[in-house]
């Protein structure tokens, strides 16, 4: 399955491509499906509790081409969330008690109404999170926006697949290391990362190839020990996230002829207590467009929701998403896997 590049695509024709990745993780010869062993394990049904978090995606447009994006973003996407979206999302924040914004791309900073919408969020007193590539903090044009997050207390979460340059340009792109560790240097200086500090920096661990990432304890004290040995840098914590088998990273393991192999694993390394603390449980997740879905996994994949609840954020009220069934699919074993991973990393 070759890469495609989707901004030159009819809607009609991305909606295919999904449709036909669909097929490929769900077919029935995939030795059991994700509801089928979610039963077997006697948690029954997924389900969400309170909705606690609001994940926006104001955009697929990003200055990377990484080879495990969910969402294949890059420099040619052309979705953007407008202004008046933005605002559909601010209402719905307005009236609910979510009290955390989870602001995701592509790289979420090249929306051009980016430090606009995160204003207008902090006016309405919400935890701001935003997932940086780091990169774009030092491009030109975005050097102010390391010191516009620090003003505005925003908490940062950004990948960084290894503390060496090989590992990290390999998989995002070469140069991006370099540039990741001299963003990393500017949000110290900013106050970022800091033991007890008011600005955290978190870090993101994506494996490389069709495995498990190790356990996230022992690899945040690799990762701090390396970070502050080699260029004295600091950050707050690890996320170490499963690769999905979606989008890029779905195409890699077709071609490779590893896909098989790698959902076996992930089916059986699925944990029930992970599976009852994924993050779709106690977050919603918005698309460019406004469309709402359960997990931003789902929203790559153009999995709706159930019939029944709203299905555009101007439409939103959390309290019909409190309890609702979340629809599943087997790329949720990536998220069930060990100790588990979704947006926040292990989750048991």
Known sequence: MKHRNKSMMAFGEE?????????????????????????????????????????????????????????????????????????????????????????????????????????????????????????????????????????????????????????????????VFKRSIKAIKKLNDLGYGKEDGELILNLVYNPIGAFLPPNQEALEKDYKRELKNKFDLVFNNLFAITNLPISRFLDYLIQSGNYFEYMDKLISSFNPVAAQNVMCKNMVSIGWEGSIYDCDFNQMLEIGLYNGLPKHIKDFNSEAFEGRKIMVGNHCFGCTAGAGSSCGGATS
Request: hydrophobic share 40%; net charge negative; proline share 3%.
């Open 15 to 175: 909606l295919a491509i999904a449709n036909e990745q669909l097929k490929i993780i769900n077919q029935p010869d995939v030795l059991i499906t994700f509801e089928e062993k979610h039963n077997e394990v006697g948690v029954g049904a997924l389900t969400a509790a309170k909705v606690e978090i609001m994940q926006i995606n104001i955009g697929k447009m990003c200055n990377q081409v990484c080879k495990h994006c969910h969402v294949d973003a890059g420099p040619d996407r052309k979705e953007i969330m407008t202004k008046e979206t933005m605002g559909y999302c601010l209402d719905a924040l307005k009236d609910s008690e979510i009290q955390k914004v989870d602001l995701t791309g592509g790289a979420p900073e090249l929306n051009p109404n980016f430090k606009w919408f995160v204003t207008e969020l902090k006016k309405l007193n919400k935890h701001v999170m935003v997932r940086s590539n780091l990169t774009i903090l030092v491009a030109n044009g975005f050097e102010d926006y390391a010191n516009f997050m620090a003003e505005n207390e925003v908490e940062i979460i950004s990948s960084l697949p290894y503390y060496s340059a090989s590992t990290t340009d390999r998989q995002r792109g070469e140069g």
